[in-house]
């Protein structure tokens, strides 16, 4: 298949490609969705999506916190600028309703009906002093808790779009500028994509060009001939572009998990080359012809390079079978993107090799480097028990270590902590309680009728109370809200008053409640009354304070709140990637289970032997296993984001094994004994094992730099587990076969 003619015709049809590929150029298109982390299969989401179909969703939102940067908060002219800014938002399409205390009306119901006076008014010195005293109530709601910021709420149509969110928070940006007016703070879902985006366009650009220069030094280190960096170069450029072409044919936006691609591309991709080019420069240095030694390499090679890039990919695959649609996307893409590498290499080394003049001895070997291979062999064999007990202690104690390792993730965990969306975040969490949506369903008990009746509403007065306490939180809207400014209302605006009246006043405000549920907001309960919702904001706490105090709302729940009466439930956003990060345990699971059973076939059918497919699988365990006890020692939480990170480590980790067994088969068939086999094998592919962990490890290395946390962790923990495969490999795999001395030497005697 690799002689000549044929790697002529497979150049010709892969630059026919390149042409293809650059008259009907693909335009990449940047995505980013938090809600692709909704675990799928989780009966939660779908009582979210029913849930939303019958209110609303709760993250359509955006805060802007205001403050006068030149003075006292509440000068008349920054508020006059202030409510001039709202108005002009108020104004724009795709926004619904904007909420500040700059014109809200605190309702009077009188013996004339109802009137409006205004919370806050600066229209005179008198009547701001007078107004003053009213903002106590929106302190940590409206109004910032130390007093030197207001809050926009502004709420955007329901479900918009990633380009109108754009458009829409460019327009308000616009707004600010023109009034020469900087927010302190803003925070919200059109904000954040819109930002995600920027940051996910200039990582993958920055990547991909380290990645180039880091793939020449590599080459220029490794093979020191000019031939040596060009051909490999040319090759790995135009496989990553035909995989991010195919990729973006079939539809796939690029989003956060897409930035550490490039370099997976590439580094899987030398790896591959890196084998070939060893192999062909040891058989030019012995004097083969350069064609008889191409034909050898490519023709002996690549079987066993095609399952170690099939294991890769069959790594990354294996995270389509988990229920998180984010890890889905990412599996089956740079699985598809990995195999698309390897066919660029099949189809461009062997005719550029042939085409273009190459030196026979590009670099000179150093005889001290296999005398050293050949002395830890040595020394392996004389402290072969030694080493296999440091293997296992090392392996229980991480295995001790990974138990302890918390599950806790939190909603920015792909930003730094310094990052500006990070801090905007955090102010709301401190000044406004909360950037988080909290969403609890309400429903009636069989012994009520609507969740207006004075009984459920005193249990649920008694559920809002515990929420106040566990969570804190920002404003708080629910039926009982709406009952609850009613009777303030009726008390003259008083603020003592908002609270759950007696039963007969509830009684009396009956007109003013059907009038005021006619109007549909805010959105808080059925048309039958029978079901509705508590929305209200809390801190961004992470998933395992925030399910620890959701479980205490719940017992506090099922011993305080009679069943009869109120059913509470909760939901939201926030609720579902909070378990999504929960059950991380069963996503690996699911990934590493799918990646056990695919890499174990794999070695059965090459090897023919469920021993050697066994005995395979545990030097290849141990780096993941090892993965759990530098986790615990660096601190670093068990989530979503680090837990996919095993089943990529475990899929490419294994290449080398594979690589490893395929040359010891080899050395067995030719008659060779198991000792032997084994010391050449060590010293013939040592080597380049040695040479695609250096690279693999210094390529996912380069991605620690990112600034998105996936990004960071895969390059920090793929790096370091790479180092662990490296020494289970060359320590421990040729000590694991040594007891099946005769099973080796029997089944190939019989072949």
């Known amino acids: 298949m690799f002689q000549k003619l044929t790697a002529y015709t497979l150049l010709v049809l892969a630059v026919l490609l390149c042409v293809l590929l650059a008259i009907f150029r693909p335009l990449p298109q940047f995505n980013y969705n938090f809600e692709t982390f909704f675990p799928q299969d989780d009966e939660s989401l779908d009582f979210y999506q029913s849930f939303k179909k019958q209110f609303e969703n709760d993250n359509d939102y955006l805060l802007v916190a205001l403050g006068n940067g030149e003075g006292e908060l509440f000068n008349p002219d920054f508020l006059t600028k202030a409510n001039a800014i709202q108005s002009e938002i108020r104004k724009l399409d795709k926004v619904d309703t904007v909420i500040s205390l700059l014109d809200l009306e605190q309702p009077i119901i009188g013996v004339f009906g109802v009137t409006g006076r205004k919370v806050l008014d600066w229209s005179d010195m008198s009547s701001q002093v007078r107004t003053s005293g009213n903002l106590d109530q929106y302190r940590s709601q409206l109004l910032s808790k130390d007093g030197n910021s207001l809050l926009l709420w502004i709420k955007n149509e329901q479900n918009i779009s990633k380009s109108d969110g754009d458009v829409l928070y460019n327009s308000i940006k616009d707004i600010f500028t023109r009034y020469s007016i900087k927010p302190i703070a803003v925070a919200g879902k059109i904000q954040t994509q819109g930002d995600f985006i920027i940051l996910m366009q200039d990582e993958f650009g920055l990547f991909f060009g380290y990645s180039i220069l880091l793939i020449l030094l590599l080459l220029f280190l490794i093979f020191r001939s000019w031939w040596g960096v060009l051909i490999p170069f040319f090759v790995l450029v135009i496989g990553v572009a035909w995989a991010f072409g195919l990729l973006i044919y079939l539809g796939k936006p690029l989003d956060v998990m897409s930035v550490m691609q490039p370099t997976i591309f590439l580094i899987v991709g030398l790896s591959a080359l890196i084998h070939f080019f060893t192999h062909l420069l040891k058989k030019l240095k012995a004097g083969d012809e350069k064609e008889t030694a191409i034909y050898a390499v490519f023709r002996e090679l690549t079987i066993p390079v095609w399952l170690t890039v099939m294991t890769t990919a069959l790594g990354f695959l294996s995270l389509y079978f988990t229920s998180i649609p984010a890890l889905q996307d990412f599996g089956w893409s740079t699985s598809l993107g990995v195999l698309v590498m390897f066919l660029a290499v099949i189809f461009l080394a062997p005719g550029l090799l042939y ?30 028990n030694g080493i296999r007990i440091s293997f296992l202690a090392v392996t229980l104690l991480c295995v001790f270590l990974g138990l302890n390792l918390k599950i806790n993730g939190y909603l920015l965990d792909n930003l730094p902590l310094d990052h500006p969306i990070q801090q905007d975040f955090t102010f709301f969490d401190e000044q406004f309680g909360g950037s988080n949506p909290l969403e609890l369903h309400l429903s009636v008990g069989k012994g009520a009728n609507s969740l207006l009746d004075y009984d459920v509403l005193g249990e649920l007065n008694k559920v809002e109370s515990k929420i106040q306490e566990l969570f804190g939180g920002g404003q708080t809207v629910s039926p009982l809200t709406l009952v609850k400014s009613i009777n303030q209302a009726q008390n003259r605006g008083n603020p003592q008053a908002f609270q759950l009246p007696s039963k007969g006043q509830l009684q009396r405000m009956n007109r003013w409640l059907e009038a005021a549920l006619e109007t549909g907001e805010p959105k808080v309960l059925s048309a039958d009354r029978k079901s509705g919702r508590i929305s209200t904001r809390a801190a961004d706490l992470g998933s395992l304070k925030m399910t620890a105090l959701r479980a205490k ?27 999504g990060h929960s059950s991380v345990t069963l996503q690996m699971a699911k990934g590493l289970g ?119 962790f895969t390059g920090l923990l793929i790096s370091a587990s790479m180092v662990f495969a490296l020494l289970a490999d060359l320590m421990l795999l040729p000590l694991l076969l040594l007891p099946l001395k005769k099973i080796w030497e029997e089944k190939f005697r019989e072949e």
């Not at 005398?371 to 072969?384: A, C, D, E, G, Y």
């Open 594 to 712: 799918v990646a056990f059973l695919l890499v174990g076939v794999i070695a059965g059918f090459l090897f023919r032997s469920w021993r050697i497919s066994f005995l395979l699988l545990i030097p290849n365990l141990i780096p993941l296993i090892w993965m759990l006890g530098l986790m615990y020692v660096l601190g670093i939480e068990f989530k979503l984001t680090t837990a996919i990170l095993f089943t990529v480590a475990f899929g490419i980790a294994v290449d080398d094994s594979i690589h490893f067994m395929s040359r010891l088969k080899f050395e067995l068939a030719s008659g060779k004994n198991l000792i032997y086999a084994l010391k050449r094998t060590y010293l013939e592919t040592g080597k380049a094992i040695v040479l695609t962990t250096l690279v693999l490890t210094t390529g996912f290395g380069l991605l620690i730099f990112s600034q998105f946390g996936v990004t960071h």
């Open 355 to 384: 085409l273009l003049p190459i030196k026979t001895s590009p670099i000179h070997q150093k005889p001290e480097k296999s005398n050293l291979l050949l002395r830890i062999f040595s020394w392996q064999l004389k402290h072969r």
């Open 553 to 579: 709302l719940d017992e506090f729940v099922l011993e305080e709140v009679t069943p009869d009466l109120l059913k509470v439930r909760w939901t939201g956003t926030a609720y579902l990637i909070d378990k």
